[in-house]
């Protein structure tokens, strides 16, 4: 009787070892591109990039490489993009199926790569030659580099955050700093960490690693403990994901560390925190009028030193050396930096959702998704009259809905908010951060108060801070509030 | 409510650090006004020392609270403890002010004077039955502050208390839910809108301060005028209504309805207007 079972697994596992035989087949050339690609953007080339091409795709066809002409159309396009030095540009390409990412790219590339016709139709015939050619890394081996790779990030994002915050330092008053490139450094060793450390894991799964292996990788410093958001792009996240609840499934186990890089999925909102830290030393960041680069701007001259800092990152910091200087300018870099990842996101999904609702409903500013909404922080007033509940919360669940307003509290002070001492520190019925970093207030009157003096109790308390962090404030009386 | 009251105001404003002390003999004289009209009972407000600019106290002592206008927070009897800071000075803000009869809350009152060193700015409004002349009105209020304040300018007018008038001083006005919720929705183009002449006056009592030099709000019924503005409004050589002159440094142009709208006109061709 025929065994249509085994029959059908054989089948399965004789293409599960080709698809095996095919990537590493194809790894020497994806390495190569890989490394030309970070070469470009990393500017190796210049401005004579093109030629450079131009010898690496002639370089891969000798060695039995073709890739195909609307591959390389695609990636060229990349790499211009690069060298005009638009981000947003590359971001578009991303939507439209081309990447940022050099592996993403090359991904991309690979799919539509055709096989020369001097090589062998035999599977095994292709690998052997390119074995031959360049010998893979494999095993043990290739998990190690790829977890020196992902250190060697991690070194670097150190680095990188130092140096925005030395510039910060060195900045005066009122000054703009240009910090556009260095965000794009770090977004992109986040995600060649990221790159390394999913090599790493697709090592164990495929190589079957040790246990003890898998802990290295769980033991491993990640952005988060440099207060930095652990992913910058959603499909290496999702990867991650999968790629952990297969660890798990196969070791029969949940460890505590995996679940805490899951959480860390949805960094991008933990960054929102980030932005009290900024609003409280006076550092307001703004994309420039002119070529929508991010900069920064230091509105008081305050020490770094006098914010607070999350622990898991100066844990972070000193396991990766740093002294206690380093630490306050990197903590400021880094809540810097997230932030521009979180406005860079919601910008871009801000712009998807309301362009068609902004134009058919006339100007009024994009409204977020309740599922995205951040937390109103605090509590409502004490009991007065029958309107001072309801207002103060209709205002404040207002700004929740504008993307305008990254935080909102009710009945919160100054200073807990914004994480600063303040003389006059008052607690208004709705405070809320803007995107742009100024501080809006809202009092309710009750009937035993006057308008001019809490206005001058809100005006008093607005003058305390930073020039570009005053935003307005408004007192309602509730007999007119619905006039 | 009382729709049909018609206040007259006087507002003058002169140069201040924000915690300057507010002078124990200006609050005497104000307390004095509320004397001669029998006005009470009298609630406060005050800034510094013990007091919360957002706090409602009685100007009396005793035992007990007092609940007012459906509030579940007391109003509390403070004379003493106000006495105090103020002879300590250590009150930047003072407002007192006697409730109508029929009031629903703080903002319906019969006389409010008050005196702020956050908008350089003393202000007395009073029932027009009771003080019916803006110039009368203006005139009142310089004896009391002149000596104490370094006035540079003012205004005296009429407008319904349901308008009101203390918060028109200082450009303010009714707000309601719907313009709350305009600029929380409005943000981004909120800073770059178009300002009312009300707004521009508010934004100018705390940032560029021309007031305080030779500029003008407008024409009202009086004016109190340093000799800058005199100056810049040509009113010795080219008069238009009456100038009379207050001391050395201040003067008082009068202005009838017919002559405001010629003032007027004669403020914006100097470029004496605050707009």
């Known amino acids: 009787m025929l065994d249509i079972y085994g029959i059908e697994a054989n089948r399965r596992a004789l293409l599960a070892d ?96 055709q096989t020369d016709r001097a090589i062998e139709p ?68 986040i995600w060649r960490y990221n790159d390394a450390v999913e090599s790493a894991r697709a090592a164990w799964l495929r190589e079957n690693l040790s246990g003890n292996d898998n802990t290295r990788l769980l033991q491993m410093r990640t952005p988060l403990s440099l207060g930095l958001p652990q992913f910058v792009d959603d499909g290496q996240a999702e990867r991650a994901r999968r790629q952990l609840a297969q660890i798990s499934h196969r070791l029969g186990v949940r460890d505590e560390r995996q679940d805490r890089l899951i959480t860390g999925l949805r960094v991008l909102d933990w960054a929102a925190t980030a932005a009290g830290l900024l609003a409280g030393g006076g550092i307001v960041i703004h994309a420039a009028k002119t070529g929508g680069k991010w900069a920064v701007v230091k509105t008081i001259a305050i020490g770094a030193g006098g914010m607070a800092i999350e622990q898991a990152t100066e844990s972070g910091l000193r396991g990766l050396g740093a002294g206690e ?124 108060q006057t308008k001019v003096e809490l206005e001058d109790k809100l005006s008093t308390a607005m003058n305390q801070l930073p020039s570009a962090m005053r935003g307005e404030f408004i007192a309602i009386d509730p007999k007119d509030a619905f006039k | 409510m009382s729709d049909s009251a018609v206040i007259t105001s006087t507002a003058l404003f002169y140069p201040a650090g924000s915690d300057d002390p507010i002078p124990y003999a200006w609050f005497e004289r104000a307390l004095g006004v509320f004397e001669e009209f029998k006005l009470s009972p009298i609630l406060f407000t005050a800034g510094g020392g013990p007091f919360e600019l957002d706090d409602c106290y009685l100007l009396e002592d005793g035992p007990g609270e007092i609940y007012r206008w459906g509030d579940p927070v007391p109003i509390r009897r403070a004379r003493e403890s106000f006495f105090q800071a103020l002879k300590a000075q250590q009150l930047y803000s003072v407002r007192l002010d006697a409730p109508r009869a029929d009031s629903q809350d703080r903002s319906e009152w019969r006389a409010t004077i008050a005196a702020s060193s956050i908008s350089g700015k003393a ?72 300002l009312t002449p009300d707004e521009k006056w508010k934004k100018e009592l705390t940032e560029g301060k021309r007031h305080l030099q030779d500029h003008f709000r407008g024409a009202f019924p009086a004016n109190l005028l340093s000799t800058d503005h005199v100056k810049k409004a040509d009113l010795i050589s080219s008069p238009i209504g009456t100038l009379s002159q207050f001391n050395d440094e201040l003067w008082i142009w009068e202005l009838s309805d017919s002559e405001r709208s010629e003032a007027e006109l004669r403020l914006r061709a100097k470029n004496a207007l605050i707009d």
């Open chain 1, 325 to 448: 200087q380093t630490i306050r300018g990197v903590r400021l870099a880094a809540a810097i930096i997230s932030l521009i990842f979180l406005r860079r996101k919601r910008g871009i999904e801000a712009e998807a959702e309301s362009k068609a609702p902004l134009y058919k409903e006339g100007p009024e500013n994009p409204r977020r998704p309740r599922s995205e909404a951040p937390t109103i922080e605090g509590t409502l007033d004490r009991p007065r009259t029958k309107y001072h509940l309801f207002l103060q919360q209709a205002v404040a669940e207002e700004m929740q809905a504008m993307y305008d307003y990254e935080r909102i509290a009710t009945n919160t002070s100054m200073s807990k908010f914004l994480g600063r001492k303040f003389k006059n520190d008052i607690r208004p019925d709705a405070i809320g951060l803007t995107r742009d970093g100024k501080v809006d207030m809202v009092e309710i009157l009750s009937p035993g």
């Open chain 2, 123 to 194: 202000y007395f409004g009073i029932d027009q039955d009771l003080m019916p002349s803006p110039t009368a009105l203006m005139r009142r209020t310089c004896e009391m502050a002149h000596d104490l304040f370094p006035i540079r300018y003012g205004f005296s007018y009429q407008m319904p208390l349901r308008d009101l008038p203390d918060c028109y001083s200082g450009g303010s006005g009714r707000t309601n839910l719907a313009d709350a919720l305009y600029m929380i929705r409005h943000r981004r183009e909120w800073e770059n809108r178009q």
């Open chain 1, 122 to 189: 035999s599977s095994s015939t292709f690998v052997q030659r390119e074995i031959a050619r360049k010998p893979a890394v494999t095993g043990h081996g290739f998990f190690n580099s790829k977890l020196d790779e992902a250190q060697a990030c991690l070194t670097s994002i150190k680095e990188a955050l130092e140096a925005v915050g030395q510039k910060l330092d060195g900045s005066e008053v009122d000054e703009s700093v240009d910090v556009d490139s260095d965000v794009d450094a770090v977004e992109e060793l």
């Open chain 1, 18 to 113: 080709l698809k095996q035989l095919i990537e590493e087949a194809l790894q020497p050339f994806a390495d190569d591109l890989r490394e030309f690609l970070e070469r470009v953007r990393g500017g190796a080339f210049g401005p004579n990039w093109r030629d450079a091409w131009d010898t690496f795709v002639e370089t891969q066809a000798d060695a039995g490489f073709n890739i195909e002409a609307d591959s390389a159309s695609r990636l060229v396009q990349l790499m211009e993009s690069w060298e005009r030095g638009h981000k947003a540009q590359a971001r578009i390409l991303t939507k439209a199926g081309a990447t940022t990412s050099p592996t993403s790219a090359l991904l991309s590339a690979v799919q539509a790569l």
